[in-house]
């Protein structure tokens, strides 16, 4: 019973950890791109590790937090408009092959031994020094709170600060998402989803409307990399492709096209994963189920269950929790 | 068609973009290399021969220079066709070698040695049998701010082949190891083996992929011989590219679906084929032929159970784009729970070198080569000759219409599966044998370059793959005269995304199809 306890706390905690939050702002923005654009951005992870190492590489050299986060989101924008200018006139899965290898591109170069004095290589970029100036930010006092089964540290890598800022950012981006989609110039780009001809007949540059749709998300993503960053270490392998298709799943769980979606589909996937990993290890280690599936094995039963969720997902629900049949960006050509 | 209609905006941009991107390579070619810290473990990257095939003289300057050791156990290991080495470092938080620590190596045939480390050199010993040697580290023996981090694996396992150095690192010290950084790591170099970096975690995307050139430009002369040499292992790399990814691009043509999950139908056929040849003892050839016969059923199996179905259901391309992700993943981790998290070699044994033209690879890829000829060729005669070839050919063409002159798509369809399921098998196969190890990540590092092959020969195209994978064979394998190593792979993507600013539809495509 003690065992269930925590794995039922481990699980609620994971509900509220600053890394949810990141995947969640990261899949708000993949929501612009897809959910209101019909763009196929496969890259997510490649926009958040570069804004990752924009917020990092600027904090070591001396910027203040503020201009930190300011270069992670010049970063974002840059990528966006390199990827977006050569493929955004080209058919959907175009964008997706180069957003795909661009985001492997950043994760090579990162951990090439070619810029290893700012990238700090294969093994990335220590926690300790860049965390400084946000951590100087927090105005809660020293000290440790408890709400509920819940403890942090205050300040910190793993406290209630870094908890507080990423889902205070949350709830910015959700609100821009909000106002923004409701304004005409979301609607030209729900428009693009439906029927990129119709939005071309009425004298809209449908280009340019795909591009500064993914240079938004992008940015967004690259928010999504600081957070995702601020509570642990910056490394470059840890921000590959399967976090791009976790940050998928977020989306399509929650639903696509709709405010909420990422945010609750962020919260259940991770709830669920942890639940699903720690319940798993904790079954492999004190009964007999161990015979047959190794601890090891636990975190590749995982992979394969979110593999499988995705599939059965898109296949029989492609909408998700909240999403709208009819409002489905999958009709994009 | 419904692009924008170009205009000098449009065409200013793309300039701009395309002289953005040209400089990108410019950039990369620039700075020359530094010197790679904690040099015994990056010697797996830097000193690991290029083409399966020269003898143990790389691998000499990373274990030959452990002599002066308190153990009386062989440690001046030096592999050779009957011996296999077995190399052990203790490291910590700096990177520096930590002295007198204990570790106890055991192994098949009941093989047991405590060495001692040294402060200058990996301790190496030389093991009698093939196979998996586990290595413990004895806390106690380490200095006492040098403890291990909370968490950190006292045990590490290295396979040890014939020829080659299994080599295993244990890092203490610390607190930032035990949260931070892959906590252990276990490495296995031979000659023409691969460098290959598997950390301790299994979730960490490492890179090993093919063979690590003879370091980077800037420590080697530059020499014509080399070039030669680097194009014979660029067209080895080409046509088994190729191979693999004339599957990628008869699904896309008969279906329009981007098969994300073919990747991993390549690294399957190396995985299993591993299973198969090496841990189940099969013959090459009866495990070859089994292997690919099992993954053109997976493909039967595939189109039956998922595809078929959403293509009667009249599923957007783009969402079966999107289950073929989700499948991707799902077999990326049954390829992990086949295999391990480490990596493998489907062949224990030392490849044999073989020199033709002046070009010297070992005699597995020159047989890798030749099938993957004959198939290309044969296949190319299937296409043009056979009447179901032409059948696919005209699915491919317009769906509609050909299904309006009596031909079956769904046949055509299922024959189009069993062919790319087991042409990337087979792929994958010989390149596991003839690349030296792989690891579960082999799938989707090939996937991108396979998208690149396609969409640089043309989307859809059937020859257009054999052209575009051959020229990202010989880019990949001679880029590094000009930019580092290790970025060899992002020299072929930044030639797909090149290519989509020139020219899109690709050098044999055709303008419609890319809209």
């Not at chain 2, 010197?35 to 083409?51: C, I, M």
């Not at chain 2, 003879?214 to 660029?234: H, K, N």
Request: charged letters at 15%; glycine letters at 12%; a neutral charge.
């Amino acid at each position: 019973m003690d065992e269930f306890l925590r794995i039922l706390t481990q699980s609620l905690a994971e509900l509220i950890a600053p890394t949810t939050a990141a995947y969640a702002i990261a899949a708000i923005g993949l929501n612009l791109h897809f959910g209101y654009t019909g763009l196929l951005n496969m890259g997510q992870a490649g926009f958040m590790l570069l804004g990752a190492y924009g917020f990092g590489i600027a904090t070591i050299a001396g910027a203040p937090f503020f201009l930190a986060v300011l270069v992670a989101l010049v970063a974002g924008l840059l990528f966006a408009l390199v990827l977006g200018i050569p493929t955004l006139q080209l058919r959907g899965d175009y964008l997706a092959i180069v957003t795909i290898s661009a985001a492997e591109i950043i994760r090579w170069i990162g951990r090439s031994t070619w810029l290893q004095e700012w990238t700090g290589g294969a093994s990335g970029l220590q926690g300790r020094n860049y965390k400084g100036t946000f951590q100087d930010l927090s105005p809660l006092p020293d000290g440790r709170t408890a709400i509920g089964p819940l403890e942090y540290i205050n300040t910190g890598s793993d406290s209630w600060w870094t908890r507080l800022f990423a889902w205070g950012v949350v709830a910015l981006a959700l609100l821009f998402v909000f106002l923004i989609t409701r304004s005409p110039w979301g609607r030209v780009l729900k428009g693009i989803r439906e029927d990129e001809d119709a939005v071309r007949a009425l004298g809209k540059n449908v280009y340019s409307y795909k591009l500064q749709s993914l240079a938004l998300g992008g940015m967004l993503g690259a928010l999504g990399g600081v957070l995702y960053v601020l509570p642990i270490t910056i490394a470059p392998d840890a921000m590959g492709r399967t976090m791009t298709f976790f940050v998928w799943t977020v989306l399509l769980l929650g639903g696509a096209a709709t405010v909420f979606g990422p945010v609750l589909g962020a919260m259940i996937f991770f709830g669920a994963y942890m639940f699903m990993r720690t319940g798993m290890r904790a079954l492999s280690e004190n009964t007999g189920v161990g015979e047959i599936i190794s601890t090891t094995n636990v975190e590749q039963i995982g992979g394969m269950l979110v593999g499988i969720t995705l599939m059965l997902l898109v296949i029989f629900r492609p909408q998700g929790i909240l999403g709208n049949k009819k409002e489905l960006a999958f009709n994009v050509r | 068609m419904t692009t924008d209609r170009p205009n000098r905006g449009i065409a200013l941009r793309r300039t701009v973009a395309a002289l953005a991107i040209a400089l990108a390579p410019a950039v990369l070619a620039s700075p020359p290399a530094q010197a790679t810290p904690g040099a015994d473990t990056t010697a797996a990257h830097t000193h690991s021969a290029v083409t399966s095939t020269s003898t143990s003289t790389a691998l000499s300057t990373a274990t030959g220079t452990a002599g002066r050791v308190a153990t009386d156990v062989a440690t001046d290991c030096k592999p050779d066709d009957s011996t296999a080495c077995v190399a052990v470092v203790v490291m910590n938080d700096a990177g520096d070698r930590i002295a007198d620590a204990e570790v106890t190596i055991t192994g098949p045939g009941g093989f047991e040695e405590t060495v001692t480390t040294t402060a200058d050199a990996p301790v190496s010993v030389a093991v009698t049998e093939v196979g998996r040697y586990t290595l413990t580290l004895d806390p106690a023996s380490l200095p006492a701010d040098e403890q291990l981090p909370p968490g950190a694996p006292t045990e590490l396992q290295v396979p040890a082949q014939t020829g080659g150095t299994g080599r295993a690192a244990f890092r203490v010290g610390g607190e930032a190891a035990a949260t931070e950084s892959p906590t252990g790591e276990a490495t296995t170099t031979a000659p023409g083996d691969d460098a290959t970096d598997s950390g301790a975690g299994t979730t960490t995307e490492g890179d090993a992929v093919g063979t690590a050139p003879e370091g980077d430009a800037s420590e080697r002369a530059f020499s014509w011989g080399q070039v030669w040499q680097q194009f014979g292992s660029g067209i080895r790399f080409g046509l088994l590219l190729a191979l693999a990814s004339i599957g990628l691009n008869l699904v896309f043509g008969t279906t329009g679906m981007s098969n994300f999950a073919h990747g991993e139908q390549f690294a399957l056929g190396a995985a299993l084929g591993f299973i198969a040849i090496n841990q189940m003892g099969m013959s090459i050839w009866v495990g070859g032929l089994l292997t690919i016969a099992v993954c053109a059923l997976t493909g039967v199996a595939q189109d039956a159970a998922i595809w078929r179905p959403l293509r009667r259901r009249g599923t957007p391309v783009m969402q079966l784009m999107i289950v073929s992700i989700g499948l991707s993943i799902t077999l990326q981790y049954v390829i992990q729970l086949l295999i391990g998290g480490g990596s493998e070699r489907i062949l224990s044994a030392n490849p044999r070198p073989l020199t033709l033209l002046g070009i010297t690879l070992s005699t597995t890829s020159w047989i890798s080569m030749a099938v993957a000829l004959v198939c290309l060729i044969g296949f190319a005669l299937f296409l043009t000759r056979t009447r179901l070839g032409r059948a696919t050919r005209a699915v491919s063409d317009n769906p509609a219409l050909a299904s309006a002159t009596g031909i079956d798509p769904d046949k055509v369809v299922r024959v189009v599966w069993i062919l790319a399921t087991a042409f990337a098998a087979l792929a994958g196969l010989m390149w596991g044998i003839s690349f030296g190890s792989f690891n579960w990540q082999l799938g989707v590092q090939l996937l991108l370059l396979m998208f690149a092959a396609v969409t640089l020969g043309g989307l859809g195209t059937a020859f257009g793959a054999l052209v575009g994978s051959i020229l990202i064979g010989l880019v990949v394998e001679l880029s590094n005269l000009v930019i580092q190593s290790d970025l060899r792979y992002a020299s072929a993507l930044v030639i797909l995304i090149l290519v989509l600013l020139i020219r899109p539809q690709g050098i044999l495509g055709r303008r419609e199809r890319i809209g």
